[in-house]
């Protein structure tokens, strides 16, 4: 066996998925005891249970889990084996390691939402196309796309985690377990419908509100997933202004 693969350690990719697991659900059970977002996730439950009452939507959201599911394969398969470990080491490391995975892969989701799904390039504007039909989405509707969408951004978050091993070492399952619950959760909100903008949440319901902007329709920006911080610098942020959500 190559001396890469003498670190191949499946346990730690299985911890990582149970560990994930379980962070979801209690977040999930505990978030469920606040009102507001008891309140916001009835509301994304109603949305959806009307969306499946059309024929053509849940066989895309199943194509879409497929799509995600088996980059998901290939994530905790070969990728996650390779590039994380049980061994924990600081507070700080698991902070640095959170923000370093999540604003590399975010940069390189801009490029590819902005210049491949939005692009010159006919075919997988097509495949974009697919989830750009949900003009006012919910929570469930992150899986209404093209299953080649779901794919290809599960995997480029696999390669941002197993890139950046090879620059930092190993990642602390810690930290790879509240990554990956940060990057679902902030996917999921991005396009749920979360209507409360008064504080505290006012932050969550413009990092809602920013991503349905973009379903606007299909020339607007906003194509960061985890933060609009690129779509800042490189000119693409859309406001009410440019993309006011009374279109929908």
Same mark, same amino acid.
């Given at each position: 066996m190559p001396a890469f693969f003498s670190e191949y350690n499946i346990f730690v990719s299985i911890g990582s998925l149970a560990g994930?697991?379980?962070?979801? !659900?209690v977040v999930f059970y505990s *978030?469920? @005891? %606040?009102?507001?977002?008891k309140e916001a996730n009835i509301a994304n439950l109603n949305a959806n249970k009307k969306m499946r009452e059309k024929s053509f939507?849940?066989? #895309?959201?199943?194509?879409?889990? @497929?799509?995600?599911g088996l980059g998901y394969l290939v994530?905790?398969?070969?990728?996650?084996?390779?590039?994380?470990?049980? $061994?924990?080491?600081?507070?700080?490391?698991?902070l640095f390691s959170i923000f370093?995975? !999540? *604003?590399?892969?975010?940069?390189?989701?801009?490029? *590819? +939402?902005?210049?491949?799904f939005h692009g010159d390039n006919h075919f997988f504007k097509t495949v974009h196309?697919? +989830? +750009?039909?949900?003009?006012?989405? &919910?929570?469930?509707? &992150? &899986?209404? !796309?093209?299953?080649?969408e779901g794919t290809m951004g599960v995997l480029l978050f696999g390669f941002t985690v197993g890139g950046l091993s090879l620059i930092f070492g190993k990642?602390?399952?810690?930290?790879?377990? %509240?990554? *990956?619950?940060?990057?679902? $959760?902030?996917?999921?909100h991005n396009h749920a419908i979360f209507e409360t903008d008064t504080f505290p949440f006012k932050t969550l319901h413009k990092i809602s509100a920013d991503h349905h902007r973009h379903h606007v329709n299909f020339n607007k920006g906003?194509?960061?997933?985890? #933060? !609009?911080?690129?779509?800042?610098?490189?000119g693409t942020y859309e406001t009410e202004e440019t993309a006011p959500l009374k279109q929908l």
């Amino acid at each position: 066996m190559p001396a890469f693969f003498s670190e191949y350690n499946i346990f730690v990719s299985i911890g990582s998925l149970a560990g994930l697991v379980a962070l979801s !659900l209690v977040v999930f059970y505990s *978030m469920q @005891l %606040i009102p507001t977002f008891k309140e916001a996730n009835i509301a994304n439950l109603n949305a959806n249970k009307k969306m499946r009452e059309k024929s053509f939507y849940s066989p #895309t959201v199943r194509n879409g889990m @497929l799509g995600s599911g088996l980059g998901y394969l290939v994530n905790y398969f070969i990728i996650l084996p390779l590039t994380i470990t049980f $061994e924990f080491t600081s507070v700080w490391n698991v902070l640095f390691s959170i923000f370093i995975i !999540l *604003m590399v892969y975010d940069f390189f989701y801009y490029l *590819m +939402h902005r210049f491949l799904f939005h692009g010159d390039n006919h075919f997988f504007k097509t495949v974009h196309a697919v +989830h +750009h039909q949900m003009k006012n989405p &919910s929570r469930g509707d &992150s &899986s209404y !796309l093209h299953w080649l969408e779901g794919t290809m951004g599960v995997l480029l978050f696999g390669f941002t985690v197993g890139g950046l091993s090879l620059i930092f070492g190993k990642f602390d399952l810690v930290s790879i377990v %509240i990554t *990956m619950w940060l990057y679902q $959760e902030i996917n999921l909100h991005n396009h749920a419908i979360f209507e409360t903008d008064t504080f505290p949440f006012k932050t969550l319901h413009k990092i809602s509100a920013d991503h349905h902007r973009h379903h606007v329709n299909f020339n607007k920006g906003n194509y960061s997933s985890i #933060t !609009l911080l690129y779509d800042w610098i490189f000119g693409t942020y859309e406001t009410e202004e440019t993309a006011p959500l009374k279109q929908l």
